[in-house]
């Protein structure tokens, strides 16, 4: 298995492009979560996703939009990006079984993006 | 919200030394506390959790405390050695939710 995977690894924008993160998993999970990391401030979540379908707003939602189309992609949409959406994005999913949830997140390697 | 406060924010020991971090949370309710390790250029990863009904859990040269009424609980690692320099996260959430809250970490380096 390959766990989680994002797409691309690293991107450098400049203000006012656009662009769509993709996370992949292929544990079969439920829940799928965007963070972004940024020095001092620790793992944030911009959304996250219940189910196929289905998306909701996190801590920090403002400027980002989420797709989940089918159960195993997750993305994240910068339509305008800013310079302060410089940040690492990490992607992650959990997993529910007999209508219990499972705290245990599981992360892809990241997403490296830089606004200018 | 939760809100999750970690200190030290950067943490260095000589190798062989234990290395202690500890994270406070708000939120009376949260009864699930996990540690996640980020080596340089991944993401997180689990390391070691701990539940509310439980003081203390080891694993190996780790282990967690867990402090309800101060609501604070900690990172113990003893026998420090190289692999064990990296990013740690406390965080804390309900069990059976699917959320967690994240403290802004620690960087630990051990010196040889």
């Known amino acids: 298995n390959a766990g989680v995977t994002q797409t691309p690894k690293f991107r450098v924008l400049k203000t006012g492009q656009s662009m769509t993160l993709l996370c992949a998993q292929d544990?079969?999970?439920?829940?799928m979560y965007w963070y972004r990391q940024d020095p001092g401030m620790g793992l944030r979540l911009i959304h996250y996703?219940?189910?196929?379908?289905?998306?909701a707003k996190g801590e920090v939602p403002d400027g980002y939009n989420v797709s989940r189309l089918k159960k195993q992609n997750f993305l994240l949409g910068l339509e305008s990006a800013a310079p302060s959406q410089t940040s690492v994005y990490f992607c992650?999913?959990?997993?529910?079984?007999?209508?219990?949830?499972?705290?245990?997140?599981?992360f892809g390697p990241g997403t490296r993006l830089t606004v200018l | 919200g939760e809100n999750v406060e970690q200190h030290p924010s950067t943490l260095s020991v000589q190798e062989g030394d234990s290395a202690v971090i500890k994270c406070t949370y708000s939120d009376s309710a949260s009864n699930y506390f996990p540690w996640y390790k980020q080596e340089l250029g991944k993401g997180p990863q689990l390391i070691i959790d701990i539940r509310s009904n439980v003081g203390e859990k080891k694993d190996q040269r780790i282990a967690v405390t867990l402090n309800k009424t101060a609501k604070h609980f900690s990172l113990h690692i003893t026998e420090t050695q190289p692999e064990d320099s990296a990013v740690y996260f406390c965080a804390a959430g309900l069990i059976n939710d699917y959320k967690l809250s994240f403290g802004a970490g620690t960087t630990v380096t051990v010196r040889a």
């Open positions: 544990m079969n999970h439920e829940y």
């Open positions: 992650a999913s959990s997993y529910q079984v007999a209508g219990a949830s499972y705290n245990e997140q599981f």
């Open positions: 996703s219940v189910g196929e379908g289905t998306t």
